[in-house]
């Protein structure tokens, strides 16, 4: 089966030496925030989720989560008291503002416990993924009073959340909603109407569930013009934060699904359930968009999560499989030893690195977006999380799918068989490309809005971020230099499909639309090789520096150059190979017959 183990020197490479968690402790609020601290803390985390979430990971996808005839909904056998035991050790509140209970971390630091606990077990991690997102509102739209009696129960884990957006006609589309609300005698809400695939809709793990509910009022416009957004909570709350009755809201059945079995996916039924309103009514969509890039992040970060499990487990089954006799061997070999073996891992490792780097550099620029001390700084780092947002959720889930696809792969016939639990990995990850904006609409939302950022200015920034890398590796000469060599080049026809899809964008929208996903991908890989190139960079910093090296082995380091290196040969190339589809517009597209 493979233990799982935090990759706690990678994280740490990246916190420290690709982005900057020493900076962040700078800034106001983060003083407790400093790297020792950090690294402390996700040591726990990593030790914490490794030792009582990886070992269900297998349990819940055997038994799933079962819904009882009174509609009550039992988690897999150790949920519950694992779910405690992160309760109590404080582990849900670790980024969220101390005024509610939070430690008051970096939303970077939040990012990487993530990382952990979803890689240890991806059907429990979207509990607190839903959770989180539901808080995210809260904090930003709720009134003093919602707040207080939400977000603090929410912040310690003693009540869950979620999020109801989709309905059986109303899926990317959200404006099709139509579940109604309407107003009470009291000021309160009657939400009537059904909302299908709701993550941990019901479940045994907290005391309560605080559903966030997208519904209409009456007269409300059509379409996402029109949608508010209710707090209906499972039990009702007095004033004095007691529960009370059950809402009228129920759990009518679980999906049986391909993966992440362990997660009760509910379709909810509200009956006139009291709901109460956030902020504005008609204002649901635009309070939806603030909560969106954290949210997307955190999917994005269940591709780099798996990828990582998947890759633990297959470089522990190709060190023990024997087969055939590597050139040069007197004895039957373990498979490790085989080229192919090792490209595919190193496909792995590489890429990994790069989406790791990816996503950090994401969390942390949502930090300074909202931190820094200076304004120009906060609106570059807010269109940096902008931009890069749908590349972690786009290219990062993709990825992770890809990278499951090959620990399976390196596992031959038994990677098909469930016993291995490779093949969970596969199964898992395979939602992340659809839940949270489909991969499709990621792309769309990339060349149709983050592409025209300042009439191309962001974008603009972004690419000329990448040609300082390069000119800095090329001028470091040797290895480095052929890595700045091989970004310049692939950065050249990334500027060149660009262009083109700017320009022709604004003639026929269909024309940026049809090559949005291999656009995507394109600018994912290019993303990847960047910050691949900077952490090379880091790497040979801190071995010219000598002395401890920042803690770091010589070995290590040296490893950062090699799969820089073999990601610069063996995968950048493959953005250039992607600017035909990304510049083809739709002709073809629409003259085919299906
Ligand atoms: C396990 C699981 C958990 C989930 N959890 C939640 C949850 O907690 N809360 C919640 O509200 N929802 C949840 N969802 C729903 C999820 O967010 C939706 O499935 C997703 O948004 C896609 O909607 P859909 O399934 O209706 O697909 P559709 O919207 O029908 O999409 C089908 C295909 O058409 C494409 N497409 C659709 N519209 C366009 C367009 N305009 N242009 C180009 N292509 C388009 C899509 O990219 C996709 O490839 C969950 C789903 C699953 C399976």
Redesign the pocket.
């Known amino acids: 089966m493979g233990d799982y183990r935090a990759p706690l020197t990678d994280m740490r490479f990246v916190l420290e030496h690709v982005v900057d968690t020493g900076a962040l402790a700078e800034l106001d609020g983060f003083e407790h925030a400093d790297p020792d601290t950090v690294h402390g803390l996700l040591e726990e985390s990593g030790r914490f989720f490794a030792e009582q979430f990886a070992p269900l990971n297998r349990v819940g996808d055997v038994q799933h989560s079962r819904r009882n005839d009174d509609g009550s909904v039992t988690t897999p056998e150790g949920f519950p008291k694992a779910y405690q035991r992160y309760v109590e050790a404080g582990w849900p509140a670790v980024p969220f503002p101390p005024e509610y209970g939070g430690g008051g971390f970096p939303w970077l630091v939040g990012v990487a416990m993530q990382e952990v606990m979803t890689a240890a077990n991806m059907g429990f991690s979207v509990c607190p993924l839903?959770t989180q997102g539901a808080i995210d509102m809260l904090l930003h739209h709720g009134s003093e009073e919602q707040r207080e009696t939400y977000v603090t129960k929410m912040v310690a884990g003693e009540w869950t959340g979620?999020?109801?957006?989709?309905e059986p006609q109303?899926?990317?589309?959200v404006g099709a909603l139509t579940t109604k609300a309407v107003p009470a005698d009291d000021g309160t809400w009657r939400i009537t109407g059904q909302?299908?695939?709701?993550?941990y809709g019901e479940h045994d793990l907290a005391d309560n569930i605080v559903h966030l509910v997208l519904a209409r009022v009456p007269d409300a416009p059509p379409g996402t013009k029109g949608i508010s957004c209710f707090i209906v909570p499972k039990f009702l709350v007095d004033d004095d934060g007691n529960l009370g009755a059950h809402n009228a809201l129920e759990c009518v059945s679980i999906?049986h699904?391909m993966g992440?079995n362990a997660?009760p996916?509910c379709v909810m039924a509200y009956d006139g359930a009291v709901g109460y309103l956030i902020g504005e009514a008609n204002q649901g969509m635009r309070y939806m968009f603030t909560m969106m890039n954290n949210a997307r992040l955190s999917v994005g970060l269940e591709g780099l999560a798996i990828g990582e499990r998947a890759y633990q487990q297959a470089v522990a089954y190709a060190s023990e499989r024997r087969q055939g006799r590597a050139p040069g061997a007197a004895a039957d070999s373990a498979i490790i030893d085989h080229a192919d073996v090792r490209r595919m891992l190193l496909t792995m490792k590489s890429q990994i690195e790069a989406l790791r780097c990816i996503t950090y550099l994401n969390a942390e620029s949502i930090d300074l977006a909202k931190r820094a001390p200076d304004e120009s700084l906060r609106q570059a780092r807010q269109e940096l999380a902008d931009l890069l947002t749908p590349i972690s959720k786009g290219w990062g889930t993709d990825l992770g799918v890809q990278l499951a696809s090959i620990a399976v792969q390196v596992h031959g016939g038994m990677g098909y068989i469930e016993e291995t639990g490779v093949a969970q990995h596969y199964r898992d990850i395979r939602?992340a490309p659809?839940?949270?904006?489909?991969?499709?609409?990621q792309a769309?939302d990339l060349v149709g809005r983050k592409l025209p950022m300042r009439t191309g200015g962001v974008i603009a920034d972004f690419l000329a971020a990448i040609d300082a890398t390069a000119s800095e590796a090329t001028a470091e000469g040797g290895d480095l230099a052929e890595l700045g060599g091989q970004l310049s080049d692939a950065l050249v026809t990334l500027r060149q499909t660009t262009e083109w899809l700017l320009a022709n964008g604004r003639t026929d929208p269909n024309n940026a639309?049809a090559g949005a996903s291999p656009y995507l991908e394109m600018l994912g890989i290019v993303t990847g090789g960047w910050l691949l190139t900077r952490s090379a960079l880091a790497a040979a910093s801190l071995r010219a520096g000598g002395g401890d090296r920042d803690g770091f082995s010589d070995d290590f380091l040296a490893q950062k150059l090699v799969t820089a290196r073999f990601y610069a040969t063996q995968l950048l190339p493959r953005a250039a190979g992607l600017a035909s589809a990304a510049t083809a517009g739709p002709t073809d597209l629409f003259a085919a017959t299906f």
């Open positions: 839903l979620t999020m109801n957006l989709t109303a899926g990317s589309d909302k299908i695939f709701i993550t999906e699904k992440i997660s996916t939602i659809i839940y949270e904006g489909t991969n499709g609409i769309m639309l």
